[in-house]
C-alpha cells in the first residue's frame, strides 16, 4: 500500500512537470507532421531514383563481384570507431546477394598507412544499398560513378582472360582434332555435339 502511494505521487509529480513544460513550450504536431511527410515523400523518390540506377547497372549483365577498394572509396562511420591506426567505415560493390545483384554497402576497415580498404568478412557486412539506412543511401550516391568506373575496368580485364581463354581452347582443340576438324567447324559440318569430349 505504501509503495503504491509512492509511486502515485511519483506519476503525479511527473504528469504535473510535462504539463508544465507544454504549457510553457507547446509543440506544433502540426508543422511535425507537414515535415515528415515531406522528408518521406523525398526518401521516397529518392529510393526510387537508386532503384533504377540499380536496375541500370545489374542490367549490364557484367557478372562479376565488384568492390570499391580505394581509400578515396572510404566513407568513415559517423562515430568513427577508431581500432588503433584504423577507421571503421563501409564501401560499395556489385555483388549477389540472396541469389539476385544488386549494388550492396560492406563494411570495411581502413588504417592510415593503407592504400586499400580492407573488407569486411562478407557474412552479416553486406546490405544491399536499396535496404540501408537513409544516410548511408545518400553518401553512397558519390561513389556510384567510381563503381560504374570500376566495373568497367573490372569487365574489360575479364573479357581479356576471356579472349586469351578462347585461344588456348582452340589451340587445344586443334591438337586434338587438328586443322580438319577446325574447317569442318568453319563451314557448320561440324558441332560441338560431334566432339567426343
Not at 582472360?161 to 587445344?172: G, L, P
Request: net charge negative; aromatic share 8%; hydrophobic share 40%.
Amino acid at each position: 500500500m505504501f509503495v503504491d502511494t509512492i509511486e502515485n505521487s511519483i506519476e503525479n509529480k511527473i504528469e504535473r512537470s510535462l504539463k508544465a513544460y507544454m504549457s510553457k513550450n507547446p509543440i506544433d504536431f502540426a508543422a511535425i507532421t507537414a515535415s515528415a511527410k515531406y522528408l518521406n515523400q523525398q526518401s521516397d523518390s529518392f529510393h526510387d531514383l537508386l532503384a533504377s540506377i540499380q536496375s541500370a547497372i545489374v542490367k549490364l549483365g557484367i557478372g562479376l563481384e565488384v568492390w570499391l577498394t580505394g581509400p578515396e572509396n572510404f566513407v568513415r562511420n559517423p562515430a568513427d570507431y577508431r581500432y588503433g591506426t584504423s577507421s571503421h567505415g563501409w564501401t560499395i560493390g556489385l555483388t549477389k546477394y540472396d541469389r539476385s545483384w544488386c549494388v550492396a554497402i560492406r563494411e570495411a576497415y581502413l588504417s592510415e598507412d593503407d592504400r586499400e580498404i580492407r573488407l569486411c568478412d562478407p557474412q552479416d557486412n553486406i546490405t544491399p544499398l536499396l535496404e540501408a539506412p537513409r544516410e548511408r543511401r545518400v553518401a553512397s550516391l558519390k561513389l556510384i560513378p567510381a563503381l560504374v568506373t570500376r566495373l568497367n575496368d573490372e569487365a574489360t580485364r575479364a573479357a581479356k582472360a576471356m579472349d586469351e581463354a578462347i585461344e588456348q581452347a582452340r589451340s587445344i582443340e586443334r591438337s586434338l582434332i587438328g586443322d580438319a576438324g577446325e574447317k569442318a567447324r568453319a563451314f557448320g559440318i561440324l558441332t560441338d555435339d560431334d566432339l567426343p569430349f
